[in-house]
């Protein structure tokens, strides 16, 4: 599976768009972009995916680059609650599914 | 869509003691299910994998093994537990939508070693 890469950690205001970032520059073109998120002391909870075209849920946009080296994960108007450390992984099977230490997202009232 | 089931949700056991988790999915059969750890402050890692019953894959050699003895209950045992085995346990489910697989997660067990 090809590796990402995140930022440790982040702040957000209250009420304002939260913008994390990954970098997958070893993804294969069957590869996916999967998002998830971990609020403390809780099992992962899956948030969106995608391969190649932007996508958007209730609950967040994902944003590919066109190379799909990138991806930025977008929480439109963050919340207290969303305050959780976010993991983006990057596969095409499920039985190799790594996590790896994702990004501290503190969002500050 | 599946929900996954976990107990206990914390466990503190003595070194040497054995160990048994149990998750239990309702809402889907034959489902791919998975046992993760996680040590504290740190990323998941994947333990194990089933495909079915009787079916299992171990991604690191370890102390502990699984058993998948019915459809919809993935057990973790271990017959003597080491303090690194303290973590928090995740069990997941794939699960399939709109022709897209996702997994999901239950609510974890929380293992002390002492």
């Known amino acids: 599976d090809a590796k990402t890469t995140q930022p440790t950690s982040m702040d957000c205001a209250e009420g304002r768009a939260a913008n994390l970032p990954c970098n997958h520059s070893?993804?294969?073109?069957?590869?996916?972009v999967y998002w998830y998120r971990q609020i403390h002391s809780q099992g992962p909870q899956y948030i969106i995916h995608g391969l190649k075209n932007n996508e958007t849920n209730e609950m967040a946009s994902l944003i590919i680059t066109e190379d799909r080296k990138s991806s930025t994960l977008i929480l439109p108007h963050a919340t207290l609650r969303d305050t959780a450390v976010y993991y983006c992984i990057v596969s095409n099977n499920f039985n190799k599914f790594y996590f790896g230490s994702g990004t501290k997202l503190n969002v500050k009232p | 869509s599946q929900t996954i089931h976990q107990w206990p949700a914390t466990l503190v056991q003595p070194v040497g003691s054995p160990l048994s988790l149990e998750c239990t999915v309702e809402g889907t059969s034959n489902p791919n299910l998975y046992w993760y750890r996680q040590a504290a402050g740190r990323g998941l890692q994947l333990l194990f994998y089933?495909?079915?019953?009787?079916?299992i894959s171990s991604e690191v050699p370890q102390n502990l093994s699984a058993s998948r003895p019915q459809d919809r209950q993935f057990i973790l045992s271990s017959k003597k537990l080491l303090l690194s085995d303290s973590g928090f346990y995740l069990c997941a489910g794939l699960e399939s939508a709109g022709g897209r697989e996702t997994q999901y997660f239950g609510p974890g067990t929380r293992l002390l070693v002492l």
């Open positions: 070893t993804i294969s073109g069957n590869e996916y």
């Open positions: 089933s495909v079915g019953i009787g079916q």
